[in-house]
């Protein structure tokens, strides 16, 4: 998985897509991962009560903002490039794999899933029921999800970075799925959570679940 994403974090300046086998190619927007929070995400962290894991962290503005509000947290990545970056900012942050133990497990108030990242492994029964561990009775867990429609996709994905004076280079593929707003009742209740809203924010999709 590192080797995944790590590329893309390399350079902010050229575009890098990251490209599925379901077909689908999107630009990764660098450019907001490495500025500050962005309206959605400032919402979306309002809506954290207590101690917050940003899984996924990347360069870290999710994380950042957290640290900004005071809230006990930290972000994880596989990447060592995001932990720096993270760092870098002033946030807390664990070269970790969210399947790996975790300090504070079944503490956390909130864990955050933005930018796709409810397709970390590829399997999102799995990692819904990995965050329904890390969290405290009552937590929430905060995902970013795809537009109503798409239901759940599983499959590889590779970043692809292209360049101007060179042939585009193709990263190591990784596991990945994404998830439509449609599909988030059916694996919520599947990984003891209860979906307490579904909203848009900038048109983006979310949904709080909360482990009961
Ligand atoms: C779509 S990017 C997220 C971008 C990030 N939310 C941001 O604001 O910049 C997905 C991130 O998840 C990380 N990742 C992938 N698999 C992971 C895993 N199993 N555990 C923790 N982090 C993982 C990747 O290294 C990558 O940085």
């Known amino acids: 998985m590192t080797a995944g994403f790590d590329p893309a974090y390399a350079g902010r300046g ?35 009560t ?15 903002e957290l640290a900004a509000r005071g809230l006990i947290s930290f972000g994880i990545d596989t990447s060592p490039a995001a932990v720096r970056l993270t760092r870098r900012r002033g946030a807390a ?26 397709g970390i492994g590829g399997d999102p029964s799995a990692l819904l029921r990995r965050c329904a561990q890390l969290l405290r009775r009552g937590g929430t867990v905060l995902a970013e999800l795809d537009a109503p429609g798409t239901g759940v996709w599983r499959g590889l994905a590779h970043v692809t970075h292209e360049r101007m004076t060179a042939p585009p280079a193709r990263g190591a593929p990784f596991r990945w799925a994404r998830v439509g707003a449609d599909a988030v009742h059916g694996l919520a209740a599947g990984a003891g959570l209860r979906v ?17």
């Open 196 to 212: 307490r809203a579904v909203f848009t924010l900038d048109g983006r999709w979310f949904a709080e679940l909360e482990k009961p």
């Open 93 to 118: 942050a664990l070269r970790r794999d969210v399947f790996d133990p975790l300090p504070g497990e079944g503490r956390w108030t909130n864990i955050l899933l933005v930018d796709g990242n409810i």
């Open 50 to 64: 207590g101690p917050a894991v940003d899984v996924g962290c990347g360069p870290g503005r999710v994380a950042a």
């Open 14 to 48: 050229a575009a890098r897509w990251l490209v599925d086998s379901g077909g689908r190619r999107v630009r990764l927007p660098l450019r907001r991962w490495h500025g500050p929070a962005e309206p959605a995400v400032r919402a979306l962290v309002d809506l954290c």
